[in-house]
């Protein structure tokens, strides 16, 4: 039986260092790095830039793309290509450093149902030192409250919950205003549902007139 002969798969290639630019690029790159005159490897290396600005047209846009294009020939070519670079050569240690971790903002898990947004009123609330104005705003803030909550979860709840709640965030520097009453829990989701019928309506006729309007095109005369 005869022997089948072996594809060349790209899997079985070297690895690509910026696929972006293809494995033409790369090889050119291999083939400049085992050039053993400079003078000529210079030649190959503008050469090479000339390409690679034509087949990535979009770093045009990007300031000192020029500059960009030989950072990647230098690290398409691991560092190993010695040239005259128009530019200072790019700095392998810190191109490939790894970036510090980012500290996760800290926030009231309990509370997330509320949004960020309840927060940063509840701690506006609490630098108020008008007292009937921060009445008025702790109102506002509870009807959110209780509007936000029923979004997530469209079942009856008690009054007392939410204001225990902005007890909770508000560390008990807020509290209901005396006499106060919250937005009814059948009015909150009448107004959603009435939301919610609105939009589907508007999407609905978006959608009838797009596709009047893809028949109008299709029409010939």
Known sequence: MENI????YNTN??????????RNIQKMVEHAISLPDKEERNKIAHAIISVMGQLNPHLRDIADFKHKLWD???IISDFKLD???????????VLFERPEIMAYPK????????????????????AIE???EQKALTGVILNL????????????VEDNQIITDLK???KNQLDAPEGFQMISTNEVLAMTKKKNSHSNKNHKNQKNKNHKQNNYKKRRY
């Open 72 to 74: 990647h020939l230098f």
């Open 5 to 8: 002969e072996e594809k060349d």
């Open 145 to 156: 409250m209780k509007k936000t909550y029923l979004t997530f979860n469209q079942s009856s």
């Open 107 to 126: 926030t009231e898990n309990r509370f997330k149902h509320y949004g960020k947004s309840v927060k940063t009123l509840i701690d506006t609330a609490i």
């Open 13 to 22: 290639r070297p690895e690509m260092v910026i696929p972006e630019y293809g």
């Open 83 to 93: 040239v005259d670079s128009p530019y200072p050569l790019p700095d392998k240690a």
């Open 130 to 132: 008008d007292k009937d």
């Open 168 to 170: 909770t965030i508000s």
